[in-house]
């Protein structure tokens, strides 16, 4: 127990300090461009890859939640899997989201406003993390459909080790086979510069390990939450 609560000490800690100073320095210090049309907009990969890496890590956690379920039955299991795919959720929407402004201010700035290719360009990384996170959004309409706890639990575990399954080659693999902007793609790498440049790592890491450690604490909170709401479960 007392291992449990250091741990959890540790990421809300991690999350204040690493994302304070991820905000801070990510947004003051001085940085070298990057080259082409990202010049300062390259402070945004301390905030736009992190919280797809969260995002990950959540996901991941709801897939092993959803098959412990199977293997123990605990209905914990499945408020902590629904938990973990709600919170990553949120980050994957929020990875979109600077995506698409990044993409807006970086490629498309020229473009007016109100034109829609100015914020959509149906670059496969894009299109394909909306796919994904559709499929995660259909397991809580599916969920929503269903009374029983037990039946509900079970047929959302296998749906969800499926999303899973599907998350990686969706967001990952499909989008380097099919190029556009993103790593891998194409039209090049546009943070192979990030990765060589020592200003951007001494940010770049600790404001990924303060958005993992803002994801767990989110999901232990999402998770309380639903502990107390129901408290047939346990915490």
């Not at 082409?36 to 390259?42: D, F, H, I, L, V």
């Not at 797809?52 to 379920?69: C, K, N």
């Not at 100015?118 to 809580?140: E, G, H, N, Q």
Request: aromatic fraction near 12%; hydrophobic fraction near 50%; proline fraction near 5%.
């Amino acid at each position: 127990m007392l291992s449990l609560k250091v741990f959890r000490l540790g990421y809300r800690t991690g999350a204040i300090v690493c994302i304070t100073y991820a905000l801070i320095a990510g947004l003051c210090l001085t940085l070298p461009n990057m080259g082409g049309n990202m010049a300062q907009t390259s402070r945004n990969v301390f905030y736009h890859i992190p919280m797809w890496f969260t995002m990950y890590l959540l996901m991941g956690i709801s897939v092993i939640q959803s098959i412990l379920y199977l293997k123990t039955g605990n209905l914990n299991n499945d408020v902590r899997a629904s938990a973990a795919s709600q919170t990553g959720i949120y980050f994957g929407l929020m990875g979109l989201s600077t995506g698409i402004i990044w993409s807006r201010v970086t490629w498309r700035e020229l473009i007016p406003s109100n034109d829609f290719a100015a914020w959509w360009s149906w670059d496969p990384k894009l299109t394909l993390v909306v796919v994904a996170l559709s499929v995660y959004i259909a397991y809580f309409l599916l969920r929503s459909n269903i009374e029983e706890p037990g039946q509900k639990a079970r047929i959302s575990a296998v749906y969800n080790i499926f999303a899973a399954a599907s998350l990686l080659p969706l967001t990952l693999l499909l989008p380097r086979l099919l190029g556009g902007l993103h790593p891998g793609g194409e039209e090049g790498n546009p943070l192979d510069n990030v990765k060589l440049a020592a200003e951007f790592r001494v940010i770049f890491y600790p404001a990924v390990l303060g958005f993992l450690c803002l994801g767990l604490w989110l999901f232990e909170l999402n998770v309380r939450s639903r502990m107390l709401s129901n408290p047939t479960h346990e915490s």
